[in-house]
């Protein structure tokens, strides 16, 4: 039996530096090995959740495509579909949703936040808040216990996600399984270099701060975002230390060993941040500037972005539809014929 890896995407901005060392790229590499079956997606639904603005949806969803694609994923080894093209994920959500407990997700991340931060302004806690929000572990869930994923490429803000997903894929074991597991337990796969990579200002690099580098900007672009990069006043010749500075942590995990081991040294020695700038910005733009190239090809052709995505939503579906028809059943459902 193969392993499965699965991972996702949402769809509400331009893919990230962030997005691309902290998933994609470990899922294309995985998606390399002979005994690994890769689902990789756009989690359109999700955007739901974030963002009202259809234009702006449906220009990421191609961004996202065409990144995943630009980055070297093979569609032929790979199944790279939409999740709204998957109508088992929603259903399998609501049966989900039927037994998840609600005090797994009062404990989310996202919906904490959101209700601190209405909080601390002294308003109606849950005011603004969706149930979208308040579901969107479940919807993930859903997203990865369908395909039975062994393991979750993700950067480490969504371990709390894949966790709950375990806990409720569980609990389905527990009720309607009879001895027989339906789900498998799926591992978040976390790359310790990489798992928040910080943004301009040294926060994790996020949509939400907008302190992102976007993934395929203009070699121009590139350079002058990273000339934003925030460090401290340390002037040339000073010794500077590596690990209290994000523009290293964003050159590690770019650069080789050998080149971080050099570049800690060179910092320690007195490397003044604008030449540490130029070392970022030459090592970004080398292992870019191919699949940059891809990228541009790429989204000037919508039509067969969305045609390849059509046809991987056909394979999923070839697993994904009969296995929704074992769940109906399971809990007392007609299956469709
Ligand atoms: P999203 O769209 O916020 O981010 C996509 C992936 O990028 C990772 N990531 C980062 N990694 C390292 N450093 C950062 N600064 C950084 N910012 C983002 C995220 O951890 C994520 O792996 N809910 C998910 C999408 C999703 C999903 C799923 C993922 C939906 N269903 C099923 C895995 C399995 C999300 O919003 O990711």
Redesign the pocket.
Known sequence: MKTRV?????T?GTP?L??Y????RPAITASKAADVESFY?L?DY?SLIKCDDPARIQQSRLEVAATWLAGGLDTQRATFYS?SDIPEIPELTWLLSCIAAKGLLNRAHAYKAAVDQNTAAGEDPDAGITMGLYS?PV??AA??LLFN?NR???????IQ??EMARDIGQRFNHLFGQGQDFFVMPEAVIEED??????LDGR????SYNNTIPLFSSAKELKTAIAGIVTDSKLPGEAKDADNSHLFTLYQAFASREQSAQMRADLLDGLAWGEAKQRLFEQLNAELSEPRERYHQLISKPHELEEILQAGAAKARKIATPFMAQLRDAVGLRSFS
């Open positions: 699965l991972t996702g995407i949402t509400t990230h962030g997005n060392a902290g998933a994609i997606f989690a999700h999740q969107y919807l993930m997203d990865i994923a979750v490429p993700v950067g480490r803000d969504q996600h894949v990489v798992a928040t990579l910080p943004g994790k690099m996020s949509k």
